[in-house]
């Protein structure tokens, strides 16, 4: 029997028993036969420069120089259908964050890597954050706490509905919350995960959001390990998997920008980054755990992805 989640607490990789991934899943087939669910919509990220991209599943020793325009369009009104951005909503519609920033409930499970704390790259992380909170457009973002700075390496499910990013192949919807995430404790138990990895901060994604690099081709190689492993347990495939691009977030953003304010923020954020990125270029990150959250401002580890001894 899989531990209740306060019993099971903060377990690692080398405690768990041998009961194996199918075993998890046969658990939660409620009927013979679940159908596929389709792989979610991927919401396009258009640029107005064609010419850069980052292959997520390369190794990029160097930083890199994404144009400025890239994350203009990400913040500008101009040209967009959506009158908000993603996961800002109404209180009462599903979002993670409401129109004036309030954190929203928003349940589910990932597995993410907490930035060390006791690391000096944590301060200096909570020190940009709070620079950019200093800056003029700080209203259009709702920032996190600086105890729940992570790095997402593999998305669980989360949302109201829970089935909202996405939904494990072969499993019945109406699984509770609960459910799916006892079937990922154990499937995640039978993995060998790693003691931590390092990270670089490459760029500033927007003004708001650290665009992280493996900083060596050893944490290259156990992150994307990592994700494949976690991919082919859980059963949850989505089509950014080889795409996806590790970042540490400082907030979301709640409000689109005129062009003359996006442009300020981004030549004021990019001065800040740029005074601590040589400082950055190392940040360690512990081992992947896998969280339960109510909302976005707290993600509690009920396990750690220790090497099996």
Partial sequence: ????????????????TSSS?????????????????PPPHQD????????FAMASRQFHPERTEPPADLWLNRLIAEGKT???????????????????GTVLPYPGNTFICHVDKSAPEFDILCQLQDDIRKLPAADY???????????????????????TDGWPENVAE???????????????????????????????????????????QESFDALWQMRD????????ARTDHDSYQFHI???????????????????????????????????????????TFENMHHFEPIARLFPKR
């Fill in 1 to 16: 029997m899989v531990p209740s989640p306060s019993a099971r607490r903060l377990k690692t990789a080398s405690s768990t």
């Fill in 21 to 37: 991934s199918a075993e998890a899943a046969c658990l939660l087939r409620r009927r013979q036969s679940c159908r596929r669910r």
């Fill in 44 to 51: 396009p990220r258009t640029t107005t420069t064609k010419d």
């Fill in 82 to 100: 959506a009158a908000l951005p993603p996961s800002i909503t109404a209180a009462d519609k599903g979002g993670k964050f409401s129109t004036d």
């Fill in 141 to 163: 973002f709702s920032f996190l706490p600086h105890e729940s700075l992570h790095m997402t390496v593999f998305c669980g499910v989360s949302g109201n509905p829970l089935t």
């Fill in 174 to 216: 109406d699984v509770s919350l609960t459910d799916i995430t006892d079937y990922f404790y154990k499937a995640a138990m039978t993995l060998n995960g790693f003691e931590g990895v390092t990270v670089r901060a490459d760029h500033l994604k927007a003004g708001y959001s650290i665009h992280a690099e493996p900083a060596d």
């Fill in 229 to 236: 492993a976690l991919r082919a347990v859980t059963g949850l």
């Fill in 249 to 291: 977030s400082f907030g979301y953003r709640i409000a689109r920008m005129p062009m003359p304010k996006a442009e300020e923020h981004i030549a004021a954020v990019t001065a800040l980054f740029e005074a601590a990125a040589p400082k950055l270029q190392a940040i360690r990150l512990g081992p992947v755990e896998f969280c």
